[in-house]
């Protein structure tokens, strides 16, 4: 039997609901107990909201850019992230850093972070999020390299399995003149996650 699907664009809030009201009885709670009256609507409209990036396409992000003859590095660091990790739909949360070297044209920094949340908000693996901010920004963009580093605590490895908090997850991806000069990398990457000054 095949699975509906909602259509592209439109989150099925009533079936979230539904689907939540069961896991409760399933763990034994009571739905209807009045802290838990409003949950499954909750959760629906919050899943609404983390899973956003499902419905758009976060190269939009890239298409207004200004020409400019500038050819050197552009880095921002420290952009904030929350993602659910597909394995388990818990959150990992962290940072990304992102740098890239134009050819011609660059983009606003609020779109650089606005790159990072259309990726994060779908139920994601931090590696394939490394790699599409990689890839946005080198091939969306057309600029001469990409790299970015990703730092996140996922609350699978500290809520349950091992419970290890504090440990931290750290991921790149390189493209273009970054992933060619293996010199140019070490530099970029020493910068971004240990030089605190430019």
């Known amino acids: 039997?095949?699975?509906?699907?909602?259509?592209?664009?439109?989150?099925?809030?009533e079936r979230i609901q539904r689907a939540?009201?069961?896991i409760l009885v399933a763990v034994g709670e009571d739905p209807e107990r009045e802290g838990l009256l409003g949950t499954p609507r909750?959760?629906?409209?919050?899943?609404e909201y983390l899973f956003s990036g499902l419905r758009e396409d976060p190269l939009r992000h890239l298409q207004v850019g200004f020409m400019e003859d500038y050819r050197?590095?552009?880095?921002v660091r420290d952009i904030y992230l929350a993602s659910l990790c597909e394995h388990?739909?818990?959150?990992?949360?962290?940072r990304a850093h992102v740098a890239y070297a134009p050819r011609g044209k660059v983009v606003g920094i609020s779109k650089l972070a606005r790159l990072v949340e259309g990726y994060a908000r779908r139920?994601?693996?931090?590696?394939?999020?490394?790699?599409?901010?990689?890839?946005?920004?080198?091939?969306?963009?057309?600029s001469r390299g990409s790299l970015v580093i990703?730092?996140?605590?996922?609350?699978?490895?500290?809520m349950r399995g091992v419970q290890k908090p504090g440990s931290v997850t750290?991921?790149?991806?390189?493209?273009?003149?970054?992933?060619?000069?293996?010199?140019?990398?070490?530099?970029?990457?020493?910068?971004?996650?240990?030089?605190?000054e430019i």
């Open 1 to 13: 039997m095949t699975e509906a699907y909602p259509p592209r664009g439109r989150v099925d809030r």
């Open 170 to 196: 750290v991921t790149s991806a390189s493209r273009g003149i970054y992933r060619e000069d293996g010199a140019l990398r070490s530099e970029l990457t020493d910068l971004i996650l240990r030089g605190r």
């Open 20 to 22: 939540v009201r069961e």
């Open 123 to 142: 139920p994601q693996l931090q590696e394939r999020l490394t790699s599409q901010i990689a890839d946005a920004l080198y091939e969306g963009l057309g």
């Open 72 to 75: 050197d590095l552009i880095i």
């Open 150 to 158: 990703v730092e996140a605590d996922h609350s699978c490895m500290t």
């Open 42 to 47: 909750r959760v629906a409209e919050a899943y």
């Open 88 to 94: 388990h739909l818990l959150p990992f949360i962290g």
